[in-house]
């Protein structure tokens, strides 16, 4: 998949407003607000102010006309009827077209890319007696980039493991190495990134004891060397 840019893969969401009075295209504004995000503006006023700092150029660049940038009503209009899904499942899509790269160094080992997963509980995000919602994120280092992220529901109802295996899907694993805790020291799981060709790194302790004590003996053998010396 080639790299798209925000603008493009922002086309494919149908425009929920109604044509009479549209001034800016939805395109347009997302880019926009993903821009000002990742520049570190964290509400919709910060998101607003920063567009009007970039000046004309930069608003013709990003597709708005001679109206320039959107003021804060636009935006929260628009995010009140535009669905969460859609603007997540564009943002994926963009994501996945940074293929991953390898780098062959000395001795023909290659240096894979580092994607890890990690769980958070969105703030501010429970109401009344709902809890606050928790999601497992798939974190791409080198690029920077969240490349999907999937609700994780209770422990009783597998949490951040059952997360973690919807979350991967779909991604590119060649070439990349999967790191994580504990948690996901998982048969299933492991197997599921070795099959697309990936490489994993994930913490093993007492959660999973058969298997640190397996790795505890490993390394206290004094049989044949775990790793060949270097020439």
């Avoid at 295996?165 to 994580?180: F, K, N, Q």
Wanted: aromatic share 4%; glycine share 10%; net charge positive.
């Amino acid at each position: 998949m080639a790299c798209m840019s925000l603008v493009s893969v922002f086309r494919s969401i149908p425009d929920p407003r109604r044509k009479q009075g549209r001034r800016h295209s939805l395109p347009a504004i997302l880019t926009l607000i993903c821009l000002a995000t990742m520049c570190g503006r964290q509400s919709m006023s910060a998101v607003v102010q920063w567009g009007k700092d970039q000046g004309q150029e930069m608003a013709r660049k990003l597709g708005f006309d001679w109206h320039g940038t959107p003021v804060q009503s636009t935006i929260h209009d628009l995010l009140k009827v535009l669905p969460e899904e859609q603007i997540a499942a564009a943002l994926q899509r963009w994501a996945a077209g940074w293929q991953p790269t390898l780098t062959v160094v000395a001795g023909g080992a290659a240096n894979l890319e580092h994607i890890c997963l990690d769980g958070k509980t969105l703030r501010g995000s429970a109401k009344g007696a709902i809890p606050c919602r928790h999601l497992l994120s798939v974190y791409a280092a080198q690029v920077g980039l969240v490349l999907g992220r999937h609700p994780a529901g209770a422990k009783e109802n597998g949490g951040e493991i059952v997360a973690a295996r919807a979350v991967l899907e779909g991604l590119v694993l060649e070439g990349r190495i999967v790191t994580g805790d504990a948690m996901f020291a998982q048969r299933d799981l492991c197997q599921k990134i070795v099959t697309r060709d990936g490489e994993y790194l994930l913490a093993v302790k007492d959660n999973q004891p058969r298997l640190l004590k397996e790795i505890e003996d490993v390394f206290r053998s004094p049989g044949v060397p775990l790793f060949a010396p270097s020439r």
